[in-house]
């Protein structure tokens, strides 16, 4: 039977950071954008839009908790989870609607709301039909990785995909993983009301980060929730009341049993489901689509962005790589790259985390000379009224360049005071120089000033050593 292959100047797969790669400049494109879920994207729908959402009120929980300690009578007197849910929803789901709705007004652009695969040279059978594009620009995402554990199968789980959709909050939830969802995960669900158990094969949370920031949120998390670190789960199976698992840790087994059972051990990249080497589009061991500095694939013509090439699972990168791919489709022989600088990322449990750079290990594993230093929040005026004794901010730097290599800040708004390094480290300034403008007394901003003073010390004793 032949099928005909509608013919396009441009098809985007996905509606997240893709959708921003059309713009005026392609009015007279013919565009097709394939879009087998939601419009917006990850972000938007199921990750940091609605998560920042609850993180909010869970953040205004947890300080309920704690006004005591500063002379305050504040308590914690419950949830109303529907009314979360319908707050952050019932914003988010009118704006996906309305990015599907414009997409489909525009007389340019035909939307295909199925899934899709490759079939050949830049050519996809999507919903029965076939299109082929002079140029593809993959931006489908990733999606969350589900273990293979004995039992899980048989169980009822969710994945960061429903777990804020639950009609009603959990008595107990088990969280299977440690990582930034998992963590920022408990602290919602924690704050908010459910006992919490966090099941983690590490003996530490947040494993990728600098080893003093995972040390220290695994403690301050150990405090708030049931943590089963060093854990190989045996198996996972329903039970009357939930779910039930059964795992060997460093304590010997035990069986961890709740209502409801969330697996946030990670995400692939969904190059797989678009079976990408039918177009002669390579991936790495991880599945993660191969791209230049340019963002190119392996394949003429075929470009791809954001979570499905892996080199950063974070929606502001996505963001960068649109616009330098929006460039790129129009102007050939005047490419622009994709951004090399160091990526800055934030997690927002409590205490927050933010990070830019190295770690220390990666300085260590480098070979080269490197200069660490810690200073803690309540080495600084805002921190010593806070009575802070959670947060810190570490800073590895090049004692040759005199530059700040690695920022980890472990604290309230970690995520804020992580940008000041962010912006020295991303124009290039030195330590000197990013220490030397005035900084606001009695600001929390001091905590980065003085730990910026104790790297140049370790500049100068280094200097002085001759090392």
Not at 127 to 139: F, H, K, P, S
Not at 217 to 237: K, M, N
Not at 366 to 371: A, H, K, L, R, T
């Amino acid at each position: 039977m032949h099928v005909t292959t509608e013919q396009y100047d441009l098809i985007i797969i996905g509606s997240g950071s893709g959708n921003s790669i059309i713009g005026p400049e392609h009015d007279d494109w013919r565009v097709a954008m394939v879009e087998r879920g939601v419009f917006g994207g990850t972000c938007l729908n199921r990750g940091c839009i609605p998560t920042k959402m609850f993180v909010f009120p869970a953040d205004l929980a947890e300080h309920a908790r704690h006004g005591e300690r500063y002379g305050i009578r504040t308590s914690f007197d419950g949830t109303d989870w529907p009314a979360i849910v319908q707050r952050v929803f019932g914003r988010i789901d009118p704006i996906a609607e309305g990015g599907r709705d414009y997409r489909h007004s525009l007389p340019n652009v035909d939307v295909y709301e199925h899934s899709a695969h490759f079939v050949g040279d830049r050519e996809l059978e999507v919903g029965g039909q076939r299109i082929r594009g002079n140029q593809v620009v993959i931006a489908a995402g990733a999606r969350s990785y589900v273990p293979d554990v004995p039992g899980l199968d048989d169980v009822p789980f969710h994945t960061s995909d429903s777990i804020m959709r639950l009609p009603k909050l959990p008595e107990h939830l088990v969280i299977m993983g440690g990582g930034f969802i998992a963590c920022e995960m408990a602290h919602v669900f924690g704050s908010l009301g459910a006992a919490v158990t966090i099941i983690n094969r590490s003996h530490g949370l947040l494993q990728a980060a600098d080893a003093d920031i995972s040390a220290r949120l695994t403690r301050e998390l150990g405090d708030r929730f049931d943590l089963a670190l060093g854990a190989h789960i045996d198996r996972v199976r329903r039970t009357a009341d939930g779910v039930a698992v059964d795992l060997t840790c460093d304590g010997g087994p035990r069986t961890v049993e709740g209502d409801v059972l969330l697996v946030a051990t990670g995400r692939i990249a969904n190059s797989d489901q678009l079976r990408v080497a039918a177009g002669g589009i390579e991936v790495d061991e991880f599945g993660n689509v191969k791209v230049d500095a340019y963002g190119r694939t392996t394949a003429p013509g075929v470009w791809a962005l954001g979570d499905v090439n892996g080199r950063h699972q974070l929606k502001h990168m996505a963001n960068g790589e649109a616009k330098v791919v929006r460039h790129n489709l129009s102007h050939p022989d005047a490419l622009r790259m994709y951004d090399q600088r160091p990526a800055p990322s934030a997690v927002f449990t409590s205490p927050q985390v933010g990070t830019c750079g190295l770690t220390e290990a990666q300085a260590a594993a480098s070979g080269e000379p490197y200069c660490a230093i810690i200073h803690d929040y309540a080495g600084a005026a805002y921190g010593w009224a806070m009575e802070d004794t959670q947060g810190f901010c570490k800073l590895i730097g090049d004692p040759r360049t005199r530059t700040v290599t690695g920022a980890h800040v472990i604290g309230y708004q970690a995520s804020i005071l992580v940008q000041l390094l962010v912006q020295g480290m991303h124009l290039g300034n030195t330590a000197d120089e990013m220490a030397g403008q005035v900084w606001i007394h009695p600001a929390l901003s001091e905590v980065v000033e003085v730990a910026l003073l104790k790297l140049i010390e370790a500049f100068d004793e280094h200097d002085a050593a001759g090392e």
